[in-house]
């Protein structure tokens, strides 16, 4: 059980274009889910918090304009990178948080590179 | 100083070794303590996850959380070369306006030679 799916797992877009990301829970319900970006050899940095039905609130320093995250039912939020630029080639992770307990489950991520 | 504290190694064992891992904290407030294990290009994969202090074992894999030190280990007996990963410590404090937010470690990468 507890599995996250992501879609697409890889992309590849030229500069100025925006990209969708979905995030499923597959087997459970997630009020909440999270949104992540990793660049190599570091570690996951938090940039949104995903709630079902309400806007998300995003950490310091991310652009909410930049990163229009939807989450329109309880087993789906999506990320979208608009005018993307190469600076935000990197690897998204999306994360659903059980309501039982605080543990969430994340997906596979998506790479995103940006020409 | 970062709140979440964890040697990015990387830590080389040989098959069959005991491995441990560990991460340090300075918020009180953390409550829930996790181990994630990610392979190279994929999402992070729950491992443990502890309520407060304690240990918790699941296998070959044991957890610890010593509350008042501060201090949360991962112990892996008989250690496989499939075991090769990177590990992440996660924590959070689980109400309030960081509900459900976790904080990372930076991650350990283990390799396990035949």
């Known amino acids: 059980g507890a599995v996250v799916s992501q879609h697409p797992s890889r992309v590849i877009c030229k500069s100025g274009t925006s990209v969708k990301i979905e995030c499923r829970s597959l087997?459970?319900?997630?009020?909440?889910m999270f949104w992540y970006r990793q660049f190599p050899k570091q570690s996951l940095m938090l940039m949104a918090t995903s709630n079902e039905g309400s806007k998300a609130t995003y950490e310091q320093g991310v652009e909410k304009d930049k990163f229009l995250i939807n989450h329109a039912s309880l087993t789906l939020s999506t990320l979208t990178v608009t005018s993307a630029h190469p600076e935000d080639s990197s690897f998204y992770i999306c994360s659903a948080r059980r309501d039982v307990g605080d543990t969430q489950y994340f997906g596979p991520g998506t790479r995103l590179t940006v020409l | 100083q970062k709140e979440v504290e964890q040697d990015p190694g990387p830590l080389s064992v040989p098959e069959g070794a005991i491995v441990s891992l560990n991460c340090t904290y300075s918020n009180s407030a953390f409550q829930y303590f996790m181990w994630y294990r990610q392979y190279s290009r994929k999402g992070p994969e729950l491992l443990m996850y502890?309520?407060?202090?304690g240990n918790k074992e699941d296998g070959r894999f044991t957890a610890q959380v010593d509350k008042s030190s501060k201090y949360i280990s991962l112990f892996i007996r008989d250690s496989q070369p499939s075991d090769s990963a990177t590990y992440l410590c996660?924590?959070?404090?689980?109400?309030?306006?960081?509900?459900?937010?976790?904080?990372f470690g930076q991650g350990t990468i283990l390799t396990v030679h035949p």
């Open positions: 502890t309520y407060s202090s």
């Open positions: 996660a924590m959070s404090a689980g109400g309030g306006t960081s509900y459900g937010k976790l904080t």
């Open positions: 087997d459970f319900q997630a009020t909440t």
